[in-house]
């Protein structure tokens, strides 16, 4: 997901791996039952997959953002292990590519935050400022790297002062290869004899195309030699771009999402082709007929399904999640945190914008509008919130 780094302070105590189980188990999922069409036990829904695709992924499906980012380094061997030992559905990755044209799983371009790039003295050059998708940033950028040089750098926490305990971890885990991740993946598939579900992201496609560094062509070579290019393959791919979205469809047949930001703000591509359409227009049923002639889902931000006053509280649910099933459209809406600082107002407990609010009750609230899924950097929250839900 694209989002700036927000400031903010550190998490309180997690809750435990056994805790996650049960809420797994709620859901009929880690061991359980499947059905001859090898569907997992557990409350299903026939649109969980539109125009003729099947996602075969308890509903509410719940995605480890980068990992399991509230609790490790994003976008780690280490975030991605956790995640799914906690139980998460799918494991989700960023992409960005490397001067020779490796994809690699950072959550942005610009590592400065999440690498310890600052610390060596070998690339104190290498620090620049570029625009990317019209905003100026000044650091260190993954296509001024070759791999074997990011290679010799190590991950850390993005946001240290919301999340001071994961800084335990830094220096741990170097950036890996989203081949890597595949390989991992197919690893731990086999391990446990099911898939493991992957939800990738490609990062400002239309900017590295124009640095000669597409990133879609490569994807694509990656997913045909892993065997995930199919319409069943268990991955999703994601853009906030629509274009790419539609280069992807003319290149896989994987299960394909556009993710939307805020309602004013328009696609990178939109910009640069001239599109005066906006992400409000997308959501309309209009712009949702057009996203389901070549996407099988969304990811809106939370604000889409239901907007927040001046004060940070929710309002009324919009029609966003009716609107999108009626086009066969999977909706998988954007990020559950929980912390005090990322939740809406009305579930923060307390004046500590560190500490645990109701995160419990926030993913009720929004369960209850009828989408497939949530991404969320506490898998294990999110699930023990899911199985409350089924169960109600």
Request: with cysteine.
């Amino acid at each position: 997901m694209t989002e700036r780094a927000q400031a903010g302070p550190g998490r309180r105590t997690m809750l435990g791996a056994g805790a996650a189980v049960l809420g797994t188990a709620a859901l009929g999922l880690a061991g359980g039952p499947a059905d001859a069409a090898g569907n997992t036990a557990g409350k299903e829904s026939a649109r969980h997959g539109g125009r003729g695709f099947r996602l075969d992924l308890p509903v509410p499906t719940v995605i480890g953002h980068r990992g399991a980012s509230g609790y490790r380094p994003e976008h780690t061997l280490g975030s991605y292990q956790l995640a799914l030992d906690m139980g998460a559905h799918i494991v989700e990755q960023d992409l960005v590519p490397t001067r020779d044209g490796h994809l690699v799983c950072r959550h942005e371009n610009d590592i400065t935050a999440t690498t310890d790039v600052a610390d060596h003295p070998e690339f104190a050059n290498r620090r620049t400022t570029k625009k990317v998708d019209g905003v100026s940033l000044t650091g260190w950028f993954t296509e001024d790297f070759t791999l074997a040089e990011l290679k010799t750098l190590r991950a850390k926490e993005r946001i240290p002062g919301t999340r001071q305990k994961n800084t335990l971890y830094d220096g741990r885990w170097e950036i890996p290869t989203f081949e890597e991740v595949l390989r991992w993946a197919d690893r731990e598939g086999r391990r446990r004899r099911k898939p493991v579900w992957l939800y990738v992201e490609i990062k400002h496609p239309t900017y590295f195309r124009g640095l000669g560094l597409g990133l879609e062509e490569p994807l694509a070579k990656l997913l045909r030699r892993y065997d995930r290019h199919r319409r069943q393959s268990p991955l999703i791919l994601q853009s906030f771009e629509p274009g790419s979205i539609q280069r992807l469809s003319r290149l896989v047949a994987t299960p394909r999402v556009v993710l939307l930001s805020g309602a004013g703000e328009r696609p990178w591509d939109f910009v640069t082709s001239g599109d005066p359409r906006t992400v409000a227009d997308l959501v309309k049923p209009e712009g949702l007929k057009w996203m389901a002639s070549f996407a099988q889902g969304i990811g809106p931000t939370l604000d889409l399904v239901i907007p927040k006053d001046s004060s940070g509280r929710l309002t009324a649910p919009t029609t966003l999640v009716k609107d999108a099933h009626a086009q066969g459209l999977v909706l998988h809406p954007y990020t559950m945190r929980n912390e005090n600082s990322f939740l809406p107002a009305d579930f923060r407990r307390g004046t500590d914008p560190n500490a645990y609010g109701d995160a419990f009750g926030a993913f009720q609230t929004y369960f209850a509008t009828g989408i497939d899924g949530i991404f969320s950097d506490n898998p294990d929250t999110a699930l023990l919130a899911a199985a409350d839900h089924n169960a109600r």
